[in-house]
């Protein structure tokens, strides 16, 4: 390869490079996951991104399925297997581990994770149920209505019920770990509504 046209080859990459932080720098705030239960979604009408899920401890798996085979009650190994499902974005199997467990045990916040694979699976009316039943019990419940308002805004298409739910959660959570990001998409929100 000649010596021009290696330093031109370098000089179109460096552009394209250029070009692509530029674009990605200026376009507007994406929603982001807050831990433990993450919804990350781009735009109304996008699929959630997929980042890559963590290496399974097929021994821990095993000793999670034992556990269930002995005690299908087990209520403990059922959330944490349902975990891994989850992790391992097995959407409908966690659904279904969850589900397990909260017969035997109503949590919120295994209802809540049960709502986010519910919409992960694109079943919106079954996720907002799920929230639904969380709100009824803690209407503050600060996952609970940061999930709410993903499903409004990129399942049914709400963002005014959207808007809502994160407004509300401002106001009753102002240590939740992802508030400067809710707080964020509120004001993406009001501004899309004044175009």
């Excluded at 781009?42 to 097929?58: F, I, L, R, W």
């Excluded at 401002?170 to 707080?183: C, D, E, G, R």
């Amino acid at each position: 390869m000649r010596k021009d046209s290696l330093a031109f080859m370098l000089i179109g990459f460096a552009l394209g490079f250029a070009l692509l932080y530029f674009w990605t720098k200026h376009r507007e705030p994406q929603i982001v996951s807050a831990t433990p239960v993450p919804l990350q979604l781009p735009s109304a009408g996008q699929a959630p991104p997929a980042p890559a899920p963590p290496p399974v401890d097929m021994a821990e798996v095993q000793r999670l399925q034992d556990r269930i085979k002995a005690n299908p009650k087990d209520y403990d190994a059922l959330v944490q297997l349902g975990n891994v499902h989850y992790d391992q974005r097995n959407y409908s199997s966690a659904a279904d581990l969850y589900q397990k467990a909260l017969e035997i045990r109503d949590d919120l916040d295994v209802r809540t994770d049960r709502g986010t694979m519910l919409f992960y699976l694109n079943k919106y009316d079954e996720a907002m149920s799920e929230l639904g039943k969380v709100l009824a019990k803690n209407p503050t419940h600060g996952q609970a209505l940061f999930n709410e308002g993903v499903v409004l805004l990129h399942g049914k298409n709400n963002p005014q019920g959207a808007l809502q739910a994160w407004e509300k959660l401002v106001a009753t959570n102002p240590n939740f770990p992802q508030i400067a990001v809710v707080k964020d998409q509120i004001r993406a929100l009001k501004e899309s509504q004044k175009k």
